[in-house]
T-cell receptor, first 111, second 114 residues
């Protein structure tokens, strides 16, 4: 039973525009959320995180929003750049060491 | 510094054979994870090692899967009598210690069982 869901397998966006990636979760015990980015033939790399006591965390072009009541988080990338083309994974943890991952969203940034 | 390395990068094997996948974590990292990613799926937790504590094996899908970590460093994931459904990318990750730290992933081993 998948506790973290990324319902959009792919996203195509024009360079310079905003990319919005969505993630839904079912486990109300999750209190820490992360986004990872993965290039082909490489392992995922950490991008940004947010704890459940916040509803927004910003790091440069990347912002993560958390809506606990809706059990929903999103990642905004603005402006999108060609180097942002990758697979993005949403992950969540419930105050322990186990991360539950979504299936990923492939982002393609068009020049 | 050196990141997490995994070997082999690709492994093709015949159904029924045993395979061993290796992970070299970042030096000094006390925690080590194994995950697998099947086609179209998210990363699935397999096993977690933390220092000298007993590993959390709750994610291993069957008793054909086992893992060990020697000397608190290198880890080997062994799959016995491989099946076609074992085909996936197997990822290893390490972190310095606490659960709130981010995990550093290796590039993965792509296993194909024919």
């Amino acid at each position: 039973d998948q506790q973290v869901k990324q319902n959009s397998p792919s996203l195509s966006v024009q360079e310079g525009r905003i990319s919005i990636l969505n993630c839904d979760y079912t486990n109300s015990m999750f209190d820490y959320f992360l986004w990872y980015k993965k290039y082909p033939a490489e392992g995922p790399t950490f991008l940004i995180s947010i704890s459940s006591i916040k509803d927004k965390n910003e790091d440069g072009r990347f912002t993560v929003f958390l809506n606990k009541s809706a059990k929903h988080l999103s990642l905004h990338i603005v402006p999108s750049q060609p180097g942002d083309s990758a697979v993005y994974f949403c992950a969540a943890a419930a105050n322990d060491y186990k991360l539950s991952f979504g299936a990923g969203t492939t982002v393609t940034v068009r020049a | 510094g050196a990141g997490v390395s995994q070997s082999p990068s690709n492994k093709v094997t015949e159904k029924g054979k045993d395979v061993e996948l290796r992970c070299d974590p970042i030096s000094g990292h006390t925690a080590l994870y194994w995950y697998r990613q099947s086609l179209g799926q998210g990363l699935e937790f397999l096993i977690y090692f933390q220092g000298n504590s007993a590993p959390d094996k709750s994610g291993l899908p069957s008793d054909r899967f086992s893992a060990e970590r020697t000397g608190g460093s290198v880890s080997t994931l062994t799959i016995q009598r491989t099946q076609q459904e074992d085909s996936a990318v197997y990822l290893c990750a390490s972190l310095p210690g606490t659960a709130s730290d981010t995990q550093y992933f290796g590039p993965g081993t792509r296993l194909t069982v024919l």
